[in-house]
């Protein structure tokens, strides 16, 4: 191929992009629900109760998507996620203060049981295929796996490393991040195995990953970078500039978009999925520390909790939030 030729395809898909990302996704902030003070982590949509879910701390807090309604309810120590299981009839909270994993009946807010895990507890999620829940000990190094239909623990598996979110692909296989190795792992779910290791080249500390089904690929959230990776052979495809400090990503198929949050830029990137690639398509205003992220597929929006901050007091200290101003983000069309 002659050089004008490579020259002219790369100006038209430069055009491409370039065209898509300035017609944007018509996402923007819709609405602000206040809540209580405290930290958070993950956050969830749960449809069959028709509730936004948040890992608050000490406490799941609920909101009501019909009335806007806030609530509280299964007290802990450093909560990490809230997932609905056994169709949305409990809730299973990670309680990284006890190294557990506890069930909340949804219509009494009564624990159910509690289960032993790893050492910190971190993301949870559910396999279809095997019926067992997966969780991520973030300290320990394991997955500590969980069948809901009797809350006992069924076994292990040994993957290594600060574990963050998994992506499961349907056929009894999960994705895991691996933070501190910038790496994804791939596990045998029934084999209690790990069968490969992914390195992510231009990802450092991957937190968020979603699998995009049709297209059999991953999607990793970095710290100022998303990587799609083909999930069959661990290549890295693309490497997306994305702001810094994202802690969640979100998937959503019909759309074929992904969400990635970034609490220190105060943005959300929007990228298209379209024939194997992703093109950044929006970086959207949000707020400083909207990190962590949850999807409701029915409506196409989104949910980003955060609070204001003031910046720290001393050289490399922490900021810390101001009192009263903790609220989760309502992002959408």
């Not at 018509?26 to 879910?53: F, I, S």
């Not at 076994?155 to 691996?178: C, H, P, Q, R, Y």
Request: aromatic letters at 4%; proline letters at 5%.
């Amino acid at each position: 191929m002659s050089v004008a030729r490579i020259i002219a395809g790369c100006l038209a898909t430069l055009a491409i992009s370039t065209a898509a990302q300035a017609a944007g996704s018509g996402y923007h902030v819709l609405d602000h629900v206040a809540g209580p003070d405290g930290g958070w982590d993950y956050v969830r949509v749960d449809q069959k109760n028709n509730r936004v879910l948040v890992a608050h701390g000490t406490s799941v807090m609920a909101i009501d998507l019909a009335t806007k309604g806030v609530s509280s309810f299964g007290p802990g120590q450093r909560l990490h996620d809230a997932m609905p299981v056994n169709g949305g009839s409990e809730v299973l909270v990670t309680n990284g203060g006890t190294n557990t994993a506890v069930f909340i009946d949804v219509k009494t807010g009564a624990t159910v049981a509690t289960v032993d895990t790893g050492k910190g507890p971190d993301a949870a999620a559910f396999d279809a295929k095997t019926g067992l829940i997966l969780v991520m000990d973030h300290a320990g190094g394991q997955v500590t796996l969980i069948d809901p239909k009797t809350h006992k623990a069924v076994g292990t598996i040994e993957v290594g490393g600060d574990l963050e979110a998994a992506a499961v692909d349907g056929s009894g296989k999960a994705f895991i991040n691996v933070e501190n190795k910038n790496e994804i792992v791939v596990v045998d779910i029934a084999g209690r195995k790990v069968l490969a290791r992914y390195a992510l080249s231009g990802c450092d500390g991957p937190t968020g990953l979603a699998y995009d089904a049709a297209d059999k690929l991953l999607i990793a959230a970095c710290d100022g970078a998303t990587d799609v990776v083909d999930a069959r052979t661990g290549k890295v495809l693309q490497t997306l500039p994305t702001g810094k400090g994202a802690d969640g990503i979100a998937y959503d198929p019909r759309q074929k978009l992904a969400f990635v949050p970034a609490g220190r830029a105060g943005t959300m990137a929007v990228i298209a999925l379209a024939g194997g690639k992703g093109t950044l398509v929006d970086t959207v205003p949000t707020q400083l520390g909207a990190r962590t992220i949850a999807l409701d597929e029915r409506t196409g929006r989104v949910y980003l909790p955060t609070a204001q901050y003031v910046p720290a007091t001393t050289p490399g200290g922490r900021p810390t939030t101001v009192p009263g101003t903790f609220q989760v983000l309502v992002v959408g069309k």
